[in-house]
């Protein structure tokens, strides 16, 4: 079991994707409560998202695309190395 944790933090560390989520909320002024009652999840959840501790589901990110009216691939992006 350790064996797949390790190898779990070593994938996650090495695709690390960024993301515009604390912007375009600012540009539709909404806080993270509100959208996070939008796409139905915690303001902890937002939270995270937004500190890039979480990254989404492929539904979430449709979910915020849509509540921003932005492709996804204008929300979130992948490392430079990556």
Do not use: H, W
């Amino acid at each position: 079991m350790l064996g797949l944790t390790i190898f779990y933090l070593q994938i996650q560390k090495k695709c690390q994707m960024q993301n515009k989520i604390k912007v375009e909320r600012a540009i539709l002024n909404i806080t993270q409560e509100e959208l996070a009652r939008k796409i139905s999840v915690s303001r902890q959840t937002i939270n995270a998202m937004e500190l890039n501790k979480y990254v989404p589901s492929t539904v979430l990110a449709l979910k915020l695309a849509k509540v921003f009216n932005k492709q996804v691939e204008d929300i979130f992006s992948l490392d430079k190395d990556d």
